[in-house]
């Protein structure tokens, strides 16, 4: 057998198109067209920077070739080409090897300021189930949880496992294929959307999860309007209906199980879907311990926050909550940066305590307000943020994932 290379490649069946990929990656190497994204192997130099933030692990593929796979190869695939178990053929692969695989595991280690679990995270299981052979959830739950009449329509849907196992966490998430093909007559891409249940069901001790999805359905500067696939197909499941199921994914963005840790919970609209399980693992774990929960939430207006009602019945002990609104008739716009900043002694307190955990999650947009908003409060109270951040991001204690 000729010289053998070891080629980055990314699984079009579990990719969701995110960007992430090709907007991490230092020298390029990474591309796109309208249906894959790919690695181009005459660039690739394996610096392992896109595999960490990638949400599915789609990315983490690495096959053992004699001939690369052209960009045109990969640009064509619906999935990943089979591994042969004969590893001697002119097109033979094999998995990934010793050094691929240490070099990755560095990188979840927090190497480059990447982000990692919170140390007394449980371990969480992923990628169970692919599109090949997805875990089918029946729909036993599905209603409104904005005002009916608002523009926001956002949905709380329940899946239910049955006999068949699915284990999750908080701050984990799925993926759902809609169903039909596109325009080039493929399956279209997985969407995935985050846990909003904790990891004992969203009752206690049942085999099921839930998810917080926002129908999109907007009107374009040409007078048509656009409706997004997966979104209006979730948000209109009918109870029985079946939904097939891929993962779960994510390994970082993951709940503390340290009752001590105070975990500071900053998002806008579905954004909030982790957190709702964080603050249902909390609360049914009955207050034990000195942690607490801090959520900045931002919504344009109280009738468009997700989980209103809910949200005015949790005690103060539990949570400390800000709900912050943009769009109040008679007052000026105010987002959750601009709260935190009035909070800013709070937070300074938290950023202090070796126990504190800091978690974001919505709109890109979100990140660099936020960002600037504790960058002004530790400046203020003799902090370094940048710091600070890259320290609690090694240790477990900062994680953002924007969409």
Known sequence: ?????????????????????????????????????????????????????????????????????????????????????????????????????ALIADAHRG???????????????????????????????????????????????????????????????????????????????????????????????????????????????????FRGLASNWLCDLQLGETVPVIGPFGATFLMPDDPDADIVMICTGTGAAPFRGFTERRRRLGGHGRGRLHLFFGARTPEELPYFGPLQKLPATLLDQELVYSRLPGRAKEYVQHRMLRRAGDLAALLRREGTHIYVCGLKGLEEGVDAAFAEIAAAHGLDWPALRTRMREQGRFHVETY
């Not at 990638?54 to 190869?73: H, K, M, Q, Y």
């Not at 080409?81 to 998995?95: C, H, K, S, Y």
């Not at 599905?142 to 523009?151: E, I, L, P, Q």
Request: glycine share 8%; aromatic share 6%.
């Open 111 to 225: 190497a480059g300021g990447y982000a990692r679990a919170p140390a007394s995270a449980s371990k969480p299981r992923v990628n169970l189930f692919g599109r090949a052979a997805p875990a089918m959830a029946r729909v036993t739950g599905n209603y409104r949880v904005t005002k009916s009449g608002t523009s926001s329509d956002v949905h709380h849907i329940i899946l239910d496992f049955g006999t068949q196992p699915f284990p999750v966490l908080e701050g984990q998430s799925i993926g759902v294929v809609p169903p039909g093909t596109d325009a080039n007559g493929r399956p279209h891409a997985m969407r995935l959307y985050s846990i909003c249940s904790p990891r004992d069901g969203e009752r206690p001790n049942t085999n099921n999860l839930a998810l917080t999805v926002k129908r999109v359905v907007e009107a374009r500067a040409d007078g048509t309007t």
């Open 1 to 101: 057998m000729g010289a053998t290379l070891k080629q980055h490649l990314i699984d079009p069946e579990i990719c969701i198109r995110c960007n992430t990929c090709e907007a991490t990656c230092p020298i390029g190497a990474i591309t796109h067209d309208d249906n894959n994204y790919v690695v181009d192997p005459s660039r690739c130099n394996a610096c392992m920077d896109c595999v960490p933030p990638c949400p599915t692990g789609a990315i983490d593929n690495w096959f053992r070739v004699t001939r690369p796979f052209s960009l045109e190869e990969q640009l064509s695939w619906h999935e990943l080409p089979p591994r042969p178990a004969d590893p001697t053929g002119e097109e033979a692969v094999d998995a990934l090897d010793e050094e691929a695989a």
